[in-house]
Protein backbone atom coordinates (compact mmCIF):
# COMPACT_ATOMS: atom_id res chain seq x y z
CA UNK A 1 0.00 0.00 0.00
CA UNK A 2 1.08 3.41 -0.90
CA UNK A 3 1.11 6.37 1.83
CA UNK A 4 -1.42 8.41 2.34
CA UNK A 5 -0.92 10.79 4.92
CA UNK A 6 2.35 11.69 6.74
CA UNK A 7 2.46 13.66 9.75
CA UNK A 8 5.68 15.64 10.90
CA UNK A 9 6.45 17.42 13.56
CA UNK A 10 3.53 18.07 14.71
CA UNK A 11 2.88 20.46 17.11
CA UNK A 12 -0.30 22.00 18.75
CA UNK A 13 -0.42 24.66 21.26
CA UNK A 14 -3.21 26.77 22.84
CA UNK A 15 -3.19 30.17 25.20
CA UNK A 16 -5.31 30.20 27.96
CA UNK A 17 -5.02 32.45 31.09
CA UNK A 18 -1.84 33.84 29.50
CA UNK A 19 -0.19 30.26 29.82
CA UNK A 20 0.86 28.54 26.36
CA UNK A 21 -0.41 25.00 26.69
CA UNK A 22 0.66 22.73 24.51
CA UNK A 23 -1.60 19.90 23.26
CA UNK A 24 0.79 18.33 20.71
CA UNK A 25 4.07 18.15 20.37
CA UNK A 26 6.73 16.64 17.47
CA UNK A 27 3.84 14.25 16.80
CA UNK A 28 4.37 11.51 14.05
CA UNK A 29 2.15 9.62 12.30
CA UNK A 30 2.34 7.85 8.65
CA UNK A 31 -1.18 6.53 7.38
CA UNK A 32 -1.20 4.07 4.36
CA UNK A 33 -3.57 3.69 1.64
CA UNK A 34 -7.24 1.61 2.99
CA UNK A 35 -5.70 1.58 6.51
CA UNK A 36 -7.83 1.14 9.87
CA UNK A 37 -6.18 3.06 12.86
CA UNK A 38 -7.76 3.41 16.44
CA UNK A 39 -6.50 6.29 18.39
CA UNK A 40 -7.35 5.91 22.09
CA UNK A 41 -6.46 8.21 25.19
CA UNK A 42 -7.59 10.41 28.18
CA UNK A 43 -10.26 12.75 28.02
CA UNK A 44 -8.79 16.10 26.94
CA UNK A 45 -5.50 14.47 25.38
CA UNK A 46 -6.07 16.11 21.98
CA UNK A 47 -7.52 13.08 20.39
CA UNK A 48 -9.92 15.29 18.62
CA UNK A 49 -7.33 18.11 18.14
CA UNK A 50 -5.48 15.71 16.06
CA UNK A 51 -8.22 14.78 13.99
CA UNK A 52 -9.06 18.28 13.42
CA UNK A 53 -5.79 18.79 11.67
CA UNK A 54 -5.69 15.83 9.68
CA UNK A 55 -8.47 16.63 8.59
CA UNK A 56 -7.38 20.18 7.68
CA UNK A 57 -10.19 22.14 10.19
CA UNK A 58 -7.59 23.20 11.75
CA UNK A 59 -3.82 24.22 10.87
CA UNK A 60 -1.08 22.85 13.44
CA UNK A 61 1.37 25.44 15.38
CA UNK A 62 3.74 23.51 14.04
CA UNK A 63 4.95 20.96 11.65
CA UNK A 64 3.46 19.56 8.62
CA UNK A 65 0.47 16.80 7.28
CA UNK A 66 1.55 15.95 3.82
CA UNK A 67 -0.89 14.28 1.98
CA UNK A 68 -0.72 11.56 -1.05
CA UNK A 69 3.24 13.87 -1.24
CA UNK A 70 1.15 17.56 -1.07
CA UNK A 71 2.74 19.66 1.83
CA UNK A 72 -1.35 20.81 3.35
CA UNK A 73 -0.13 23.65 4.57
CA UNK A 74 1.10 25.34 0.90
CA UNK A 75 -2.38 25.49 0.30
CA UNK A 76 -4.74 28.92 0.87
CA UNK A 77 -7.85 28.58 2.39
CA UNK A 78 -10.22 27.87 -0.33
CA UNK A 79 -7.74 25.26 -1.72
CA UNK A 80 -8.02 23.33 1.94
CA UNK A 81 -11.44 23.88 1.71
CA UNK A 82 -11.95 21.84 -1.88
CA UNK A 83 -9.44 19.42 -0.90
CA UNK A 84 -11.35 18.43 2.27
CA UNK A 85 -14.56 18.20 0.77
CA UNK A 86 -13.18 15.94 -1.79
CA UNK A 87 -10.92 13.88 0.27
CA UNK A 88 -11.86 13.62 3.79
CA UNK A 89 -14.98 12.25 5.54
CA UNK A 90 -15.80 12.91 8.82
CA UNK A 91 -18.04 11.40 11.60
CA UNK A 92 -19.07 12.91 14.87
CA UNK A 93 -19.68 11.88 18.15
CA UNK A 94 -22.96 14.34 17.30
CA UNK A 95 -24.10 14.30 14.42
CA UNK A 96 -24.36 17.95 12.77
CA UNK A 97 -27.19 17.16 10.64
CA UNK A 98 -29.44 20.04 8.81
CA UNK A 99 -32.43 19.82 11.27
CA UNK A 100 -34.60 21.11 8.23
CA UNK A 101 -33.11 18.53 5.31
CA UNK A 102 -34.34 15.13 5.43
CA UNK A 103 -32.19 12.32 5.54
CA UNK A 104 -31.53 12.18 1.59
CA UNK A 105 -31.00 16.16 1.23
CA UNK A 106 -27.97 15.58 4.49
CA UNK A 107 -26.32 13.06 2.52
CA UNK A 108 -26.73 14.45 -1.02
CA UNK A 109 -25.17 18.07 0.70
CA UNK A 110 -21.35 17.73 0.20
CA UNK A 111 -21.90 16.34 -4.19
CA UNK A 112 -24.07 18.90 -4.30
CA UNK A 113 -21.57 21.69 -2.84
CA UNK A 114 -18.36 19.68 -5.06
CA UNK A 115 -20.54 20.37 -8.36
CA UNK A 116 -22.68 17.05 -9.07
CA UNK A 117 -25.77 17.79 -10.63
CA UNK A 118 -28.96 17.20 -8.44
CA UNK A 119 -29.59 13.95 -10.20
CA UNK A 120 -26.80 12.26 -9.57
CA UNK A 121 -26.30 13.00 -5.78
CA UNK A 122 -30.02 11.94 -5.31
CA UNK A 123 -29.03 8.28 -7.12
CA UNK A 124 -25.91 7.85 -4.91
CA UNK A 125 -27.57 8.79 -1.49
CA UNK A 126 -30.16 6.97 -2.22
CA UNK A 127 -27.81 3.98 -2.97
CA UNK A 128 -25.83 4.92 0.55
CA UNK A 129 -29.05 5.19 2.58
CA UNK A 130 -30.09 1.77 1.62
CA UNK A 131 -26.63 0.47 2.02
CA UNK A 132 -26.95 2.00 5.33
CA UNK A 133 -30.24 0.39 6.24
CA UNK A 134 -32.35 3.98 6.03
CA UNK A 135 -34.08 2.57 2.61
CA UNK A 136 -37.84 3.90 3.72
CA UNK A 137 -36.19 6.84 6.22
CA UNK A 138 -34.80 9.05 3.20
CA UNK A 139 -37.65 11.46 4.02
CA UNK A 140 -37.40 11.93 7.51
CA UNK A 141 -36.31 14.50 8.95
CA UNK A 142 -33.22 14.07 11.56
CA UNK A 143 -35.94 15.12 14.51
CA UNK A 144 -37.71 11.89 13.40
CA UNK A 145 -34.95 9.85 13.46
CA UNK A 146 -33.35 8.03 16.59
CA UNK A 147 -29.70 8.37 17.10
CA UNK A 148 -28.46 5.29 15.33
CA UNK A 149 -30.46 6.20 12.57
CA UNK A 150 -28.90 9.87 12.58
CA UNK A 151 -25.20 8.53 12.83
CA UNK A 152 -25.96 6.20 9.97
CA UNK A 153 -27.05 8.94 7.94
CA UNK A 154 -23.96 10.83 8.88
CA UNK A 155 -21.97 7.81 7.88
CA UNK A 156 -23.45 7.64 4.18
CA UNK A 157 -23.21 11.55 4.09
CA UNK A 158 -18.87 11.13 4.99
CA UNK A 159 -19.16 8.19 2.50
CA UNK A 160 -21.19 9.88 -0.79
CA UNK A 161 -17.71 11.26 -2.31
CA UNK A 162 -15.92 7.76 -1.85
CA UNK A 163 -13.21 9.70 -0.03
CA UNK A 164 -10.08 8.35 0.40
CA UNK A 165 -10.19 8.69 4.39
CA UNK A 166 -12.95 9.48 7.26
CA UNK A 167 -11.89 10.64 10.26
CA UNK A 168 -14.42 9.43 13.30
CA UNK A 169 -14.35 11.30 16.48
CA UNK A 170 -16.29 9.27 18.93
CA UNK A 171 -18.78 7.84 16.46
CA UNK A 172 -20.28 5.93 19.04
CA UNK A 173 -19.97 7.43 22.29
CA UNK A 174 -23.46 8.81 22.43
CA UNK A 175 -24.67 5.66 21.47
CA UNK A 176 -26.51 2.18 23.34
CA UNK A 177 -23.88 -0.69 23.06
CA UNK A 178 -26.01 -2.76 20.31
CA UNK A 179 -26.39 0.71 18.16
CA UNK A 180 -22.92 1.27 18.44
CA UNK A 181 -22.17 -1.78 17.29
CA UNK A 182 -24.30 -1.43 14.10
CA UNK A 183 -22.36 1.96 13.41
CA UNK A 184 -19.04 0.09 14.08
CA UNK A 185 -19.80 -2.43 11.48
CA UNK A 186 -21.08 0.24 8.44
CA UNK A 187 -17.33 1.92 9.23
CA UNK A 188 -15.51 -1.33 8.86
CA UNK A 189 -17.68 -2.19 5.71
CA UNK A 190 -16.45 1.13 4.13
CA UNK A 191 -12.88 0.58 4.78
CA UNK A 192 -12.67 -3.07 3.88
CA UNK A 193 -15.43 -3.00 1.01
CA UNK A 194 -14.36 0.45 -0.71
CA UNK A 195 -10.88 1.07 0.69
CA UNK A 196 -11.62 4.27 2.36
CA UNK A 197 -8.98 4.40 5.02
CA UNK A 198 -10.51 4.79 8.36
CA UNK A 199 -9.27 6.59 11.64
CA UNK A 200 -11.42 6.57 14.84
CA UNK A 201 -10.54 8.64 17.99
CA UNK A 202 -12.61 6.09 20.80
CA UNK A 203 -12.37 5.83 24.50
CA UNK A 204 -13.40 2.12 23.86
CA UNK A 205 -11.10 -0.15 24.22
CA UNK A 206 -13.03 -2.87 22.63
CA UNK A 207 -13.83 -1.06 19.94
CA UNK A 208 -10.12 0.13 19.55
CA UNK A 209 -9.11 -3.55 19.40
CA UNK A 210 -10.57 -4.40 16.08
CA UNK A 211 -8.31 -1.86 14.17
CA UNK A 212 -5.43 -3.06 12.26
CA UNK A 213 -3.35 -0.61 13.76
CA UNK A 214 -3.58 0.80 17.13
CA UNK A 215 -2.26 3.55 18.89
CA UNK A 216 -2.24 5.73 22.20
CA UNK A 217 -2.13 9.53 22.20
CA UNK A 218 -0.58 10.46 25.65
CA UNK A 219 1.95 13.76 26.26
CA UNK A 220 1.58 15.04 22.61
CA UNK A 221 2.77 12.40 21.54
CA UNK A 222 1.23 9.05 19.51
CA UNK A 223 2.71 5.25 21.16
CA UNK A 224 1.59 1.92 19.39
CA UNK A 225 -0.23 -0.60 21.24
Not at 9 to 20: A, D, I, N, P, Q
Not at 181 to 208: D, K, P, W
Request: glycine letters at 10%; aromatic letters at 6%; hydrophobic letters at 40%.
Amino acid sequence: MSNLIRAQKLCKSFSEGGKEIRVLQDLELELEEGCSLSIVGESGVGKSTLLHILGTLDRPSGGEVIYRGKDLSQLDDRAVAEFRNREIGFVFQFHYLLPDFTALENVMLPALVQGWGRERAREAALELLDVVGLAERVSHRPGKLSGGEQQRVAVARAAILAPRLILADEPTGDLDVKTGEGIQELLFRLNQESGIALVVATHNRRFSEKFGVRMELREGRLFGL
